[in-house]
């Protein structure tokens, strides 16, 4: 992966395309790339939907290669959302396809002067732009459809829907999975907006004829792959849980601990849980679609697996398996108990190109403007539906909770930086709360998941109600994610490596095997601070300050039942996050 696709979507006469080498930028992969590109060529105060932004769409380093679980890609920009850096992290084809073509990035630059859509096709004789205005408005899935008879079935695609088109701050980008269906999202902060903005609508790759990179010693490369996937294997929550019931394993986890979000982080149980939870969706799952239905990579190499498929009750397929988070964000935290309808949503939000989780949040603060009642679950469908059609309160809606909240008066807005929350209250697990608080993305649960230590005892152990060890959980975790959602590797190989020295030495194996190089455990921990520190500075000219590094005030001041407990973690405590 030496070089970079630049396309300067506003060139004189129409998009100009251009190879560059990889340059300053080599060393960097996924998010360190997109973050690096963002940070030095992208002006800080400039406005994220015009023509100074530029989307970074970038394979992590390993990508392309026969490593295991190295498949996952970075989207990054400034956000229309935060106004700050943005890196949103996608399984999918996409990245396994751009490494084996030799791309460490596409580059999408200027802002075409009319309002024509484009269509980008990549293969390994090259790069094709075309106008096609026909898809304007078009679902994701239609989308695909149209690029499968074009192009055939062997392609992998990249696609914005009506969302993303209409320029909204929750607007995803979409990737393709393993049967060519637009349920991968690069959801968070609005990069399908900036998608949008450079007017293209969908890039369409195709491998043919390419091979897998190939590592630079590779007798030790595939030992240390064996020793990896031994690793993930043996693990009790990527070898077992993951697989068996997906993501959505942590309903019941999260909801007995008293730290579940529900109608709109009101309280911290929800009643409904049981019947959302993952076990009766993969039961649901296997009874409709058959046995293994719970059991699905979202990328070729993904050993883990902790995707599905969602069948309606006629056993006709609807959507992906509906992750933790989805679940939540449209089930507990709206109140609604209803696995058929939360599905129902999830492909809505994939068709539209939504993030699911700020939909969710966004809903929920609508229901407590009294738009709908919670757990109403066809007001919930109606409010998406809005926002595919893209009327006035749909674009309100699209626009994300913060917005949502601020047009109808509510005070609780589970936010950071303008990015709604994820399915865990900070209140009741407060390791994720300065997570939240101190990211440079806004609320993001992967950017540092503290849940692993503080509720699933992975890593150690720290009582997730105290303020006391968070602060350091949090910084090391943030660290650490840095660095793997750098290398391609999906994120959940952290319940593996943080408990297994073993599997971490493979991990680092696997890297040196393939790269010729001698990274340290240390090394690794360099990387993660240096991709934060361009993060935090890029921020810090954005014009964010430590007062952005804030929880809602209400989480300090509103006890969450069961445990009554509010927000601890000090405004100094907090400061002392990034001090490395
Ligand atoms: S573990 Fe899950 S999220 Fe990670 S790569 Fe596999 S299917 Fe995708």
């Known amino acids: 992966m030496e070089k970079i696709l630049r ?4 060139a004189d006469g129409g998009p100009a395309i251009k190879d560059d080498p990889l340059g300053d930028y080599a060393g960097f992969g996924g998010r360190g790339l997109t973050s690096a590109i963002v940070a030095k060529e992208v002006p800080p105060l400039c406005h994220p939907l015009g023509e100074d932004n530029k989307l970074v769409i970038a394979p992590g380093l390993l990508s392309g290669s026969t490593a295991a679980m190295s498949g996952r890609i970075s989207v990054g920009c400034k956000s229309p959302l935060t106004g700050g850096i943005k890196e949103a992290n996608s399984g999918g084809q996409a990245s396994q396809m751009l490494g084996r073509l030799g791309y460490a990035a596409i580059v999408l630059e200027g802002k075409p002067k009319g309002d024509t859509l484009y269509k980008i096709f990549i293969n390994k004789d090259g790069v094709d732009i075309q106008e096609d205005n026909s898809l304007r408005m078009l679902g994701n899935y239609d989308t695909v459809e149209k690029m499968k008879t074009a192009y055939g079935e062997k392609i992998s695609c990249i696609s914005i829907g009506p969302a993303g088109e209409m320029k909204m701050s929750a607007a995803s980008v979409a990737f393709t999975d393993m049967e060519l269906r637009p349920t991968r999202h690069a959801g968070r902060g609005g990069v399908g907006a900036v998608m949008g903005s450079r007017g293209v609508k969908v890039i369409v790759i195709d491998d043919a004829g390419t091979k897998a990179r190939s590592p630079q010693d590779a007798d030790k490369f595939r030992e240390a792959n064996k020793a990896f996937v031994a690793g993930l294997r043996k693990n009790p929550t990527t070898g077992e849980g993951l697989p068996a019931y997906g993501t959505n394993v942590l309903t019941n986890v999260i909801n007995e601990a008293g730290a579940y979000p529900t109608k709109n982080f009101q309280l911290g149980q929800f009643d409904g849980c049981e019947k959302i939870s993952g076990e009766t969706q993969a039961e649901t799952e296997n009874a409709r679609g058959g046995e293994g239905s719970a059991t699905h990579g979202c990328h070729r190499g993904c050993v883990i697996r902790c995707s599905g498929t969602y069948y309606d009750k006629d056993g006709h397929y609807l959507t992906k398996q509906p992750e933790y988070e989805t679940v939540w964000a449209h089930g507990g935290n709206c109140g609604i108990d209803d696995l058929d309808a939360i599905a129902q949503i999830d492909r809505l939000d994939d068709d539209f190109g939504v993030d699911t989780i700020e939909m969710g949040a966004t809903i929920a603060v609508a229901m407590e403007a009294g738009l709908a009642e919670f757990g109403d679950a066809e007001a919930a469908i109606n409010m998406v539906k809005e926002v595919g059609k893209g009327s006035h309160l749909g674009r309100i809606l699209g626009n994300g909770a913060a917005v949502t909240g601020k047009v109808f008066g509510v005070e609780r807005v589970p936010v950071v930086k303008g990015q709604a929350m994820p399915a865990y209250d900070p209140r009741a697990v407060q390791g994720i709360g300065v997570t939240y608080a101190t990211t440079t993305m806004g609320a ?39 660095a793997i959602d750098s290398t391609g590797m999906c994120v959940f190989i952290a319940f593996a490596i943080l408990d297994q020295a073993d599997t971490f030495q493979a991990l680092l ?6 790269a010729g190089a001698s990274m340290t455990g240390d090394d690794v921990n360099d990387l993660g601070m240096k991709v934060l520190k361009i993060e935090r500075e890029f ?22 039942p069961p445990h009554n407990v509010t927000f601890s973690v000090t405004d100094e405590e907090l400061h002392q996050v990034h001090k490395y």
């Open 7 to 10: 396309i300067n979507m506003g």
């Open 444 to 482: 993001d649960h992967t950017a540092g998941y503290a849940v692993a230590t503080n509720i699933l005892g992975i890593g150690g152990s720290v009582d997730p109600l105290k303020p006391e060890g968070q602060v350091e959980l949090s910084k090391n975790l943030q660290i650490a994610t840095a």
């Open 509 to 514: 194996d696997l890297i040196n095997s393939f």
């Open 539 to 560: 921020n810090a000219e954005a014009g964010l300050t430590d007062k952005d590094d804030r929880l809602p005030d209400y989480f300090k001041k509103e006890p969450l």
